[in-house]
């Protein structure tokens, strides 16, 4: 069975209502475009998505931005966290015309990077994983002015809240600046939290 014929037995199967392309910006901020299913077929998972480029930075101008959104199937996965059903797909842009990578899709270069590296026989595998961090703020300030800017984040576990009188009271105890990292409770206080969130 094909990729985009496991898709459509998965929208069948779990009655997705929506399809979400996913695609990272040159940023490497996710973006989406979603679909409702009632428009998803597999020739339409075949011939990929049109999109307007102009509208993530750094891309294209007005007057050149079609773009296709070309998804890969493979990756599809149930969206938890939709409170309609949805399918998320992650996509490689094109260039509708040529229907060539895009030169500026980060998707697109990390292919390169690796076909680089076993052409030149640098390597032969490339390894990218993500730094997971989890942060939780009480307050967090900004301002961007004519004539100032200014940000100010507050956590009631900073270092610098040690002195400071709080209605439940302080435990006095706070982890330095960058010694947050895999403390257990008490030091971690928002352990049930962040359970609870994830």
Not at 55 to 66: L, P, V
Request: proline share 7%; aromatic share 12%; with cysteine.
């Amino acid at each position: 069975m094909s990729d985009t014929a496991k898709v459509m037995e998965l929208i069948r199967e779990h009655d997705v209502k929506f399809v979400d392309f996913r695609f990272t910006d040159p940023r490497g901020k996710w973006q989406h475009l979603a679909h409702h299913v009632r428009t998803i077929s597999e020739d339409f998972l075949n011939e990929g998505v049109m999109f307007d480029g102009s509208s993530i930075a750094g891309w294209k101008a007005i007057n050149e931005s079609d773009m296709m959104l070309v998804p890969d199937c493979s990756t599809a996965v149930l969206d938890p966290f939709a409170a309609q059903t949805s399918l998320i797909i992650f996509c490689d842009v094109h260039e509708p015309l040529s229907g060539q990578p895009y030169a500026r899709d980060p998707r697109s270069i990390a292919r390169k990077a690796e076909q680089y590296l076993a052409a030149t026989g640098i390597g032969d595998k490339a390894f990218f994983g993500p730094e997971a961090e989890f942060f939780i703020f009480d307050d967090v300030r900004f301002s961007c002015e004519m004539n100032r800017g200014m940000y100010k984040i507050d956590s009631e576990e900073g270092p610098y809240v040690s002195g400071r009188k709080f209605p439940d009271g302080n435990t006095g105890h706070r982890p330095p600046a960058k010694g947050g990292y895999f403390p257990v409770p008490p030091v971690d206080s928002l352990s049930d939290l962040r359970a609870e969130m994830l």
